[in-house]
């Protein structure tokens, strides 16, 4: 579990505000995921990517940016921040397509 | 894509007895299925897994098992303990291509002492 890393643990910021939140790992998973996790919606994919350099949308990706120049960070960044994008967000990797993932601890996000 | 659907939502069992939850999958070409638990606060966690060409597997207290005809797989989960109270998820994907793994809405147990 160690391997997979998120920072901050909590933020709170105000609307319009850009946030970046961060996510690390150790194992060189080629595959790493981005989900918000809000009340009776359970894990809604934001992003994936297959590969550094290589990124590709989820399910609810309006309002984010990622990038992942290098294969261990996979930073996820709100460009102007809203209160409906208030959430737990939880980064996750996988050794192969359609394997299984390792999430990472979360972030709680409070947009003010 | 790919459509997870998970019942129930909510289930409350006492300690010591069974607890079921059920998903059924609509793509006919999945072939992977984990489960993980979420306890309140924490991470999802992997705590089984299934894949096709295998009707059931065993770990304990829990099992799982797949009836790829009627396209759904059930978490069984034995001899029930307070520490099992957590959020439960589905999930299913094609291992290897580019579709990545669908999640099922999520199962809240609570095991009553």
């Known amino acids: 579990d160690a391997g997979i890393t998120q920072s901050p643990r909590y933020k709170i910021t105000e609307t319009g505000r850009q946030v970046t939140l961060m996510c690390h790992q150790t194992?060189?998973?080629?595959?790493m995921f981005w989900y918000r996790q809000d009340l009776g919606h359970g894990l809604r994919l934001i992003y994936y990517s297959a590969a550094a350099d290589i990124t590709d949308k989820g399910e609810v990706p309006d309002g984010y940016v990622v990038s992942r120049s290098k294969t261990e960070n996979f930073p996820l960044t709100l460009e102007s921040a809203t209160r409906s994008q208030t959430s737990v967000y939880f980064c996750?990797?996988?050794?192969?397509?359609?394997?299984?993932?390792?999430f990472g601890p979360g972030t709680r996000l409070l947009v003010l | 894509g790919e459509n997870v659907e998970q019942h129930p939502s909510t289930l409350s069992v006492q300690e010591g007895d069974s607890a079921v939850i059920k998903c059924t999958y609509s793509?006919?070409?999945?072939?992977?299925f984990p489960w993980y638990k979420q306890e309140l606060g924490k991470r999802p966690q992997l705590i089984i897994d299934?894949?096709?060409?295998?009707g059931e597997k065993k770990d304990q207290r829990i099992a799982v098992t797949l009836n790829k005809t009627a396209k759904h797989f059930s978490l069984h989960i034995t001899e029930t303990q307070p520490e099992d109270s957590a959020v439960y998820f589905c999930a299913a994907s094609i291992t290897g291509s580019a579709r990545q793994l669908t999640f099922g809405s999520g199962t809240q147990l609570t095991v009553l002492p």
């Open positions: 194992w060189s998973h080629s595959y």
């Open positions: 793509d006919s070409a999945s072939n992977y």
């Open positions: 996750a990797s996988s050794v192969y397509r359609g394997e299984t993932q390792y």
């Open positions: 299934i894949r096709s060409n295998v």
